[in-house]
RNA sequence: GCCCGGAUGGCGGAAUUGGCAGACGCGGAGGCCUCAAAAGCCUUUACUCGAGAGGGUGUGUGGGUUCGAGUCCCACUCCGGGCACCA
């Protein structure tokens, strides 16, 4: 491509420009009205990818966009910088993590700052910043303190390959690895939480308030997962002093239950079991205690034989509405973390309960009846209740809330909300993360690391390990320590801390990376939060955004952020990925299409003004064969709109005439539609309208009859400004070269239309007959029903239409319609 | 299995409240300029019948509501995503 202009020159001018004026540099006591703008802070994966940049054009059309209003605008940028592909780059290179990330840290700036993205560089953050990682500890002990960090036995997911314990978001349904692929066994290791769970119900109820999309929101609550029911007591036969507690949802349906069943892990299944029957139940219990979780609960519908699921343990329990004995059976489909670990089975009206009691021949009585033509076997709708006694003819409804009485007042009930959501297993047996500050004493068990002797740093000297483990755990110098409290000989906590611990507040220290003695000062963090906009992928949809969610409620109420609203990101929007070849462009996979050879050709303007104009930003973008003739298509709209900058081939007349009214009227009404485009995250028509205005202009002057000077100049001046956001190189240069004794473009307020100029004289009126258009009428916007009846019946080609035949009904929708029923 | 999206020309997409379907761009066709090409500029481009004027059809499928449906309702097909023994 031939440009007419320098693209490379013109692009580097301007960002260094931008870079060395601090254009975009905010000050925390700003006197505009503020809005903060945020990007996800990345993983330094290296150059910026196109999935970077789609994120970045749309983040910094809003801080320009935004600017251009007279916000103050706060645009930080920062790196996401602990992780494990920097620890696995670094075993194979024989280096050290921290060099392996420093330079993909600084590609990655290099190439977010040739796309023409502006930040406040003065506000950078990276997690590894021995300062941030000293405030990230500060906060784990002030949770420790809290009482929301806590240390506990628990059944983990080991990752092989990793060689570390995963969060349960990090196993992926098929039960392997997110990311090395394998099949993630099961350990019982010493291991530390946060108690997300002590927050489930203000995380799902404040989502309401929240202006994010519906579909991140859903996903927010089903894995949250509330349920409400009730627990109560099945007393054993045996000695019913003794009971087995059970939750259910379903506490209505309780004359159906014909059988019990336990977890594997159920403290009382020792209790329960019979010598006759202990053989099947260890190995039911074996079974399920050697594979993952994941693993068991996905052999649901094949794998293993359904039998082998379960056993019967040999022991009764009374059902309490029906005063009957039922069997209790242990089997894999009950989990022991979640409500009591055993449950009421009512095959009649549960899907899993049904399958069970059909293998191992146990009754199933049904107690709602289901709906006349129903054929299924089971049925968990609504209807009237049967073989319910004092149930009997209740509908779901009715029938839980006396069910419920009744088991509260027999069987120890109580109503119980239960969450899936479990707590945040914040442990990682990594090297390249933010250690965990605390110290094992043998006297004084967990002590914390006093604040003095913040941070806790992990060493230099450290040889990272072909096997993959932390070289924390065997690095003497690292975790032998002294007791802070008792001084004695004392070991080192040597895990370090979920990288999503550090994603969690990243924002709260752009807002006041200034303050030295604090992780922020809330007092200059309120004046930036909430994030106004914050853009990202739908990737982080449940955990990342989960998290900062339960962090920033956490901080407000342990003191360290007073003030500060609860909730961190009032608006939310995800990007669409970028496909290639039917599969995620990611460096993962190694399909990236790099940014690079564009901007010596269209410039990063012109790729800009590509992502824009692709599709609607948050739908999925698929890069084909097409792809690049339509980046070619958004250089050449630049090209365009430089020649008729220039006087290229226009002709021009003295007076302004009619002609140059409507070229005016069309800028101006470009401006409504532009700022409505903006407004409502429609940034594909925005510069389809863009395109519309430079054809209608380029039109008038390249006619014969020509264009006024004054039109031609002050409606490239509306468009120029208008596209400044989007393309602000081109914008900037050509902005500078015809107002030089104006501020930048980039620092005009954005245009406001003239109303009179938006404003139509006539407007087109549809006539139709029958519903089929057959003529259209130039008509005043304010014309009445009757006179816009009038003119349709006495349009010629509407005679035509209607062959003389009178109309039976006329429906007359001024000024935009009338239809005509013969 | 459950939940949430989506389906519009050869392609990406537009149509903000039920009122002219296909804006804008890509691709295609024809032309101007040129010794020639590139670049640029102009015309044209949903399908279909017709030489033309003009007509018919058309927003995944089938029904419905309405003067009028891409848009609302019901049923279905296909595609994408999330969750998946949470009792």
């Known amino acids: 491509m031939s440009r007419p202009f320098d693209v490379a020159a013109i692009e580097e001018k301007w960002q260094a420009r931008w870079l060395d004026e601090g254009t975009y540099e905010v000050d925390n006591d700003d006197p505009r009205e503020r809005y903060y703008a945020l990007c996800m802070y990345p993983y330094p994966s290296g150059a910026a990818h196109q999935g970077h940049v789609r994120n970045y054009t749309f983040g910094d059309l809003v801080v320009r966009y935004q600017t251009m209003l007279g916000k103050a605008v706060l645009s930080p940028y920062g790196f996401d910088s602990f992780g494990l592909p920097a620890e696995n780059a670094a075993i194979k290179a024989g280096s050290h993590p921290r060099l392996f990330t420093e330079a993909r840290m600084h590609e990655l700036k290099t190439s977010v700052r040739r796309l023409g993205a502006v930040y406040d560089w003065r506000r950078e953050v990276f997690s590894h910043d021995p ?43 098929d039960g392997t690895c997110e990311r090395s692929g394998d099949l993630v066994m099961r350990r019982f290791l010493e291991q530390w939480f946060f108690k997300i769970t002590d927050y489930a119900e203000e995380l799902l109820t404040s989502l309401n308030d929240l202006e994010w999309p519906e579909r991140v929101k859903t996903m927010q609550r089903n894995w949250i997962g509330r349920s409400e029911g ?21 506490p209505d349906t309780g004359f159906g239950v014909t059988y019990a069943v336990v977890a ?12 006759d029957e202990r053989l099947r139940v260890e190995e039911i219990v074996s079974r399920a205690t050697s594979i993952s979780e994941i693993e068991r609960t996905s052999s649901s519908t094949e794998g293993v034989a359904a039998e082998k699921r379960g056993a019967f343990t040999g022991s009764y329990v009374l059902n309490p509405f029906t005063k009957e004995r039922v069997p209790v059976y242990v089997a894999d489909y009950v989990l022991g973390n979640y409500g009591t670990g055993a449950i009421m089975a009512v095959p009649g009206e549960d899907e899993r309960d049904y399958e069970f009691a059909k293998v191992h021949g146990l009754p199933i009585v049904r107690t709602v009846q289901p709906p006349e033509g129903f054929d299924g076997d089971v049925y968990n709708g609504d209807g009237a209740h049967i073989n319910s006694e004092f149930l009997d003819g209740l509908d779901v409804a009715a029938a839980k809330t006396k ?58 000297d450290v040889t990272m390990n072909e096997s993959g483990q932390s070289p924390l755990a065997t690095h003497e110098g690292f975790f032998s320590t002294t007791c802070p409290k008792c001084g004695k000989p004392a070991r080192r906590e040597t895990d370090t801390m979920d990288t999503f611990t550090d994603s969690s507040w990243y924002f709260l220290r752009f807002a006041d990376p200034f303050t030295a003695d604090k992780a922020f000062d809330p007092a200059q963090a309120a004046k930036w939060m909430p994030v106004n906009q914050y853009i990202g992928g739908i990737e982080h949809a449940i955990l990342h955004l989960m998290y900062a969610r339960f962090y920033l409620k956490a901080l407000v109420d342990i003191g360290m952020a007073e003030g500060l609203p609860r909730e961190p990101f009032q608006r939310l929007f995800t990007q669409g990925m970028i496909r290639l070849d039917g599969s995620k462009m990611s460096k993962s996979k190694g399909n990236l299409i790099s940014p690079e050879e564009y901007y010596k050709t269209v410039g990063a303007d012109g790729l800009r003004l590509f992502h824009l104009f692709a599709g609607p930003p948050a739908d999925d973008l698929d890069w084909t064969d097409q792809t690049n003739d339509v980046i070619d298509g958004c250089g050449r709209f ?40 903006f407004d409502r995250w429609s940034y594909n028509t925005a510069v389809a309208a863009l395109m519309e205005l ?69 407007v087109t009126m549809v006539v139709q007959v029958n519903g089929k258009v057959k003529s259209r009428i130039e008509v005043p916007p304010t014309i009445t029903e009757e006179e816009a009846t009038t003119a349709a019946l006495a349009d010629p080609q509407i005679v035509a239409a209607l062959g003389g035949v009178a109309p039976t009904r006329v429906v007359a929708r001024p000024p935009r319609l009338v239809n005509i029923i013969p």
Request: net charge negative; aromatic share 8%; proline share 7%.
């Open 403 to 460: 069910a419920t009485e009744f088991l509260v007042e027999h069987a120890n009930g109580i109503t119980k909300v239960n969450y899936r959501l479990r707590d945040w297993l914040v442990s990682r047996q990594r090297f390249w993360g933010c250690p965990i500050p605390v110290v094992y004493c043998d006297d004084d068990g967990i002590v914390p690391v006093p604040n003095d002797q913040l941070p806790v740093l992990a060493p230099d």
């Open 694 to 762: 430079l054809n209608t202009v380029s039109k008038a002057a390249r006619s014969e009859h020509g264009i006024e000077k004054a039109t031609l100049q002050d409606s490239l001046d509306i468009l120029v400004t208008l596209l400044a956001p989007m393309a602000p190189h081109i914008t900037a240069e050509l902005w500078e070269d015809r107002h030089p004794e104006l501020p930048s473009v980039h620092l005009l307020p954005w245009p406001v239309a003239d109303p009179a100029l938006v404003a139509e004289a006539t």
């Open 131 to 173: 300062n941030y990682i000293r405030w990230s500890q500060t906060i784990f002990l002030a949770f420790l303190e809290a009482g929301l960090a806590y240390r506990a036995e628990a059944q983990v997911n080991w990752c092989p390959g990793c060689k570390t314990v995963l969060a349960n978001e990090q196993v992926l349904a």
């Open 638 to 677: 630049i090209d365009r709109l430089v020649r008729l900058w220039n006087d290229y081939d226009v002709n021009y007349h003295a007076i302004a005439d009619e002609s140059d009214l409507a070229v005016r009227q069309e800028a101006h009404r470009t401006i409504v539609r532009v700022t409505n485009d």
């Open 230 to 250: 009730v627990e109560f007591d099945l007393p054993l036969a045996y000695d019913p002093s003794k009971a087995l507690r059970v939750f259910t949802t379903r």
């Open 264 to 275: 594997p892990e159920h403290p009382m299944l020792a209790l329960l079991t019979t010598d």
